[in-house]
C-alpha cells in the first residue's frame, strides 16, 4: 500500500516523529506494547513476497466418465471399443490418485504420491519434471469450455521450445486460477469464468 502517514513513532533513540502523506509504502504491521508501528521504505525498496505452494485436488470426473463408457460398451457388446476405452479410464484413475502439480513460488513440478516425492527423469524429452514459470511461452486449456487436456509450451527443456500434454485429472478451477497467477493469461484465455 503507497501512501500513508507516520505518527508518535516512540522510540528511545529518535525521539517522537511526527509527520503527514509521506509517500512510503507499508511492508508489515507489528504491535508492541499495545502501539501500533508500521515499518515502511521510504526509499521504495521491494521486499519480495514468497507465493504460497498450490497443489489442486484431484479431480476423477474423466476417469469414472470413461470407464463408464466403457462399461456402456460392454453393455452394449462392443468390446472391441470398451477394452482400450476402459484401460485408459483406469490409467488415469490410478494417476489421479498418485500424480500432483506442486506450484511453488517459482516453478510448476510433478510429484507422485503422497508425501510428494521427486517424480524422477521425464521419460519422453529427458530432464527434472519441474519448470520454471519464466520459461513458459504459452498454455492452454483444451477445450475452452469443457477441458480435459492442458497444453504448455516451455523452453527450458529446449531452447526452441518443448511442448507439454496432460489430461485434466485435477480441479479445473483451481489448476486454472494458479496457471494464469503464476504463467500469465492463456492466449485463449479460456475457460470462461462464470
Not at 503527514?20 to 521504505?41: C, D, G, Q, V
Not at 483406469?90 to 516453478?107: I, K, P, S
Not at 510433478?110 to 519422453?124: A, D, I, M, P
Request: proline share 6%.
Amino acid at each position: 500500500v503507497f501512501g500513508g502517514t507516520i505518527s508518535k513513532f516512540n522510540s528511545s533513540f529518535y525521539g517522537n516523529l511526527v509527520a503527514h502523506r509521506l509517500p512510503i509504502r507499508r511492508e508489515s504491521i507489528h504491535s508492541f506494547r499495545n502501539k501500533s508501528i508500521t515499518i515502511s521504505s521510504l526509499l521504495g525498496r521491494r521486499t519480495k513476497v514468497k507465493r504460497e505452494t498450490v497443489i489442486p485436488d484431484p479431480d476423477y470426473r474423466i476417469p469414472i466418465v470413461l470407464l463408464g463408457a466403457s462399461g456402456l460398451l460392454v453393455y452394449s457388446n462392443n468390446l472391441a471399443a470398451a477394452v482400450p476405452v476402459g484401460l485408459l479410464g483406469l490409467l488415469l484413475l490410478v494417476q489421479a490418485t498418485r500424480v500432483r502439480f506442486v506450484f511453488d513460488d517459482e516453478a510448476l513440478e510433478v510429484r507422485v504420491g503422497s508425501e510428494l516425492k521427486e517424480s524422477g527423469e521425464n521419460v519422453f524429452v529427458g530432464g527434472k519434471n519441474r519448470w520454471k514459470y519464466s520459461s513458459f511461452v504459452n498454455w492452454e486449456f483444451w477445450w475452452p469450455n469443457f477441458p480435459i487436456l492442458v497444453y504448455f509450451k516451455e523452453t527450458q527443456t529446449k531452447p526452441e521450445g518443448q511442448i507439454h500434454f496432460f489430461p485434466i485429472i485435477f480441479n479445473g478451477n483451481q489448476l486454472y486460477d494458479v496457471m494464469v497467477e503464476r504463467c500469465g493469461p492463456s492466449k485463449t484465455s479460456g475457460p470462461k469464468k462464470k
